[in-house]
């Protein structure tokens, strides 16, 4: 058993669960501070709308943390963001 809340690994893996978000958390985690326009631009074929969607999803999960700055909006990997779902797996391997 974990001390993870059950709608804590929900989000985590309903963030994780679609390509299309995992593409946006590695860019982020590799390039911290890109806008959304930039994720947009180096995510072929997707709206900022559509980019924006997901990013919200990212960030109700706590796996990006969003930082305005003016009219653009900064985005950044939450380095620990990952630990629930890392204590949930190293308990179920028990």
Not at 19 to 41: F, Y
Request: glycine share 6%.
């Amino acid at each position: 058993m974990t001390d993870v809340p059950d709608h804590q690994l929900d989000e985590i893996f309903r963030a994780l669960a679609d390509p299309t978000r995992r593409k946006l958390l590695l860019l982020i985690e590799n390039q911290p501070g890109l806008s959304t326009a930039d994720l947009a631009n180096q995510t072929r074929g997707m709206t900022r709308w559509g980019v924006m969607k997901h990013l919200q999803i990212l960030d109700s999960a706590g796996l990006i943390q969003t930082m305005p700055e003016g009219r653009r909006t900064r985005h950044f990997h939450e380095p620990h963001a990952l630990d629930p779902l890392r204590r949930w797996l190293a308990a179920a391997k028990d």
